[in-house]
């Protein structure tokens, strides 16, 4: 399968790895192809440059946004929050179509410092807000209540006994990204759960608030949710 991720960061990246070792095509998507290989420094979070990583991973494609949706079948949203509409705007509304895209973003706003605060809360989403900007687009929010290691690992945590969410709009857009996260990522059909419309994106990015002090108070990103009843 043709998949587009719009970011270089390490969720791009440990979602491309895991990719293209199933064989799929990977184009990641930039802002500017030049600079981002051209940038040496490390991340804020001690990430190596993109460049480092791009040598050993020549399998995977590096693209404006626009080329890299033009090329894909689904798109993976792997922007930082501030960007997400801004990456999808750079793409633009003839090569998004109507493909699905799974957002894994969170509105996260660092100004303030550590812990990130939340750009948009209570009565909207950043979820909502890319399907309002862009209505044709088969948004499903999904996988943003994990760290990155978790996403491609679910197995990890606990046998693979807890949770992930989908949020959107569109159900056959839903079975999809679901079966996504089962044959790309490994995820059980069990541990899927369909919250519901977009708006119930509301609810996972405001779970950050309470993931990422979860995070601070133990230093290890590997635990999740296990809804039991
Ligand atoms: N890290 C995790 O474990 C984790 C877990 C769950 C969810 N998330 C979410 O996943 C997303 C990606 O996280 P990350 O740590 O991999 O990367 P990140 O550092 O949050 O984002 C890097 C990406 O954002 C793009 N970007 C920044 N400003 C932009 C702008 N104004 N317009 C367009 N694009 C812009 C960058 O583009 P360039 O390539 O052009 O520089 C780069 O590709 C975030 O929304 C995060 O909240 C992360």
């Given at each position: 399968m043709d998949i587009a991720i719009f970011g270089t960061g390490i969720v791009g990246r440990t979602l491309a790895e895991k990719l293209v070792a199933q064989h799929h095509n990977v184009t990641i998507g930039t802002r500017s192809p030049e600079e981002t290989?051209?940038?040496?420094?490390?991340?804020s979070m001690g990430n190596g440059p993109f460049c480092d990583w791009h040598v050993q991973h020549t399998n995977v494609s590096l693209a404006t946004f626009a080329e890299a949706a033009a090329v894909s079948e689904a798109i993976v949203l792997a922007t930082n929050g501030g960007g997400a509409v801004a990456s999808l705007e750079a793409a633009g509304a003839e090569n998004l179509g109507t493909k699905i895209l799974l957002d894994l973003t969170n509105p996260l706003?660092?100004?303030q410092g550590m812990p990130?605060?939340?750009s948009v809360v209570n009565t909207d989403s950043l979820g909502e807000m890319l399907q309002r900007a862009f209505p044709l687009v088969r948004v499903v929010k999904t996988l943003n209540t994990v760290s990155t290691q978790v996403m491609v690992h679910p197995e990890?945590?606990?046998g693979g006994r807890h949770n992930v969410f989908l949020?959107?709009?569109?159900?056959?857009a839903k079975?999809?990204?679901g079966q996504y996260l089962q044959s790309w990522f490994g995820w059980t059909s069990?541990?899927?759960i369909d919250l519901g419309d977009i708006t119930t994106a509301r609810g996972t990015e405001m779970y950050f608030a309470f993931w990422v002090r979860t995070f601070l108070a133990s230093g290890n990103p590997l635990f999740n949710i296990s809804i039991v009843r």
């Open positions: 290989l051209a940038r040496l420094d490390a991340d706003d660092f100004s990130p605060t939340l990890a945590v606990a949020s959107g709009n569109d159900s056959d079975k999809s990204v069990e541990s899927i």
